[in-house]
Each structure stands twice: as C-alpha cells, then as structure tokens.
C-alpha cells in the first residue's frame, strides 16, 4: 500500500512563531505544542514545524502558490500575511504578474496567485506546492504517491491526489543546485498494515536513496520522511 502526504515539514528558526503565523494566515488550526498545524476539516495533509538554527542562504527548492477567489480576496490575503509578519520581496516578478510574492517571517518564500487561475481551479488554499525540479522526479513521486499526473508537457510536470485537492508541481530545468538539506520537506506516513522494508525497497527500485539522519533523498536528492502510522511522531 502506498504511502500518503502527511504532512509539509518546515525547518525553522522558531518553529512556534512559524506555526503561527501560517495557521493565521490559512486559518488552520494549531496542536499539539503548537507546532503542528492542520486544516479545520481534518482532509489533507498538515503542516508541522521543526526547529533548525541553520541559516537560510538562497532561495527554497519549494514554495506555496496560495489561491485567490477574487481580487479581493487575494488583497485580503496578502494584507493579513503583512500584518501577521510578511513582507514583499522581488524575485524577478514584472508590474504586469498578477501574483504577488511574499516571504514569511523566516524568509521561505510564497507566492499568492490572482483569481481566475485556471491551472489552480480546483484545489484548495494551498494550491499547489511549486518545486523547483526535473521531470524524472515528477514522475517519482507520482509512482510513490500513487497520485497520477495532470501535467506533463515541456519537461513540465504535476501530480494531484485522485481525491483532489492541492497540486505538487515541478518547473523542469535549469534545476538549482542544492548544496545544503531543504527548508521545506515532504513527510510520508505509511498505512499501519504497511510492510515497511518493502515499502523502502519500492522507493529505492523508483530512485530513492538513504540519506542522513533517517530521511531519504528523492532522484534530485531532495529530504524526504517516512513514517508509520503506529510509530510516534
């Protein structure tokens, strides 16, 4: 049986502070300590927060394309992230983007997409997470998800849930190089009748590989977690 997308892992300087400011963004809730933070309809995937002293020095190989219904909204939301500890930064967008780019209080970027995105029409807050990578590793984790791509086109590729919900995305080359472990990971809890080695040797035969302190690193060596559902987290 295959794994599910538990959650998305963040590295963070303060990961309580960050768990605030993104469950008052999304308007999702916290729990446990407070750093866990989880959508009101229990659907989905969460967001849990780690701490991490190491400094963030360029730019995330993944980020959040957040979704408007309208102009206004996408005003509102861009003016909450500000007023919960957002701020602008340029990363190249013109005048004529309808998007908006932010970063939030520890630097991880994010954008907030205008409304009438076709592309991000039928998901959620989060509409997709956008990941800078190869098509090889669209294809991985569409094989180790068990989620079939809804975009595959010029080295271009996209996966989401058969249940719907927000898209996992990849830009195709020029991949950046990644000299150090990722803000932002992907968190995979297997079902608890899972055979676990076999699962980790499936992963292995679709390209991935041991990396250090117990994650995995996907075919572009991008961290990864996998969890059972019986094992405490």
């Not at 009101?40 to 995330?60: H, I, V």
């Not at 899972?194 to 679709?206: F, S």
Request: glycine residues 10%; contains cysteine.
């Amino acid at each position: 049986m295959t794994p599910h997308l538990s959650a998305i892992g963040f590295h963070a300087t303060d990961p309580s502070d960050l768990a605030r400011f993104w469950a008052g963004l999304l308007r999702w809730e916290r729990t446990g300590d407070g750093t866990l933070v989880v959508p009101p309809d229990g659907t989905g995937y969460a967001l849990r927060f780690t701490e991490s002293q190491a400094p963030k020095t360029r730019p995330n190989q993944a980020h959040f394309d957040l979704t408007s219904a309208t102009p206004e909204a996408q005003r509102d939301t861009v003016a909450r992230a500000l007023e919960l500890g957002a701020r602008h930064i340029d990363i190249g967008q013109t005048p004529e983007d309808g998007h908006v780019v932010l970063a939030d209080p520890d630097g991880n970027e994010f954008c907030v997409i205008e409304a009438g995105n076709t592309f991000l029409a039928d998901t959620g807050v989060i509409g997709a997470v956008a990941c800078d990578g190869t098509r090889a590793v669209g294809y991985f984790w569409s094989a180790a998800l068990g989620w079939p791509l809804v975009w595959d086109q010029d080295e271009e590729t996209a996966i989401q849930s058969p249940e719907g919900g927000t898209k996992l995305t990849w830009g195709g080359p020029p991949v950046r190089e990644k000299p150090d472990a990722n803000r932002l990971y992907f968190e995979l809890t297997l079902p608890p009748d899972a055979d676990g080695e076999a699962e980790t040797a499936r992963l292995a035969e679709l390209g991935a590989r041991p990396g250090p302190d117990g994650v995995f690193l996907d075919p572009d060596g991008n961290e990864f977690r996998v969890l059972h559902a019986s094992a405490p987290q």
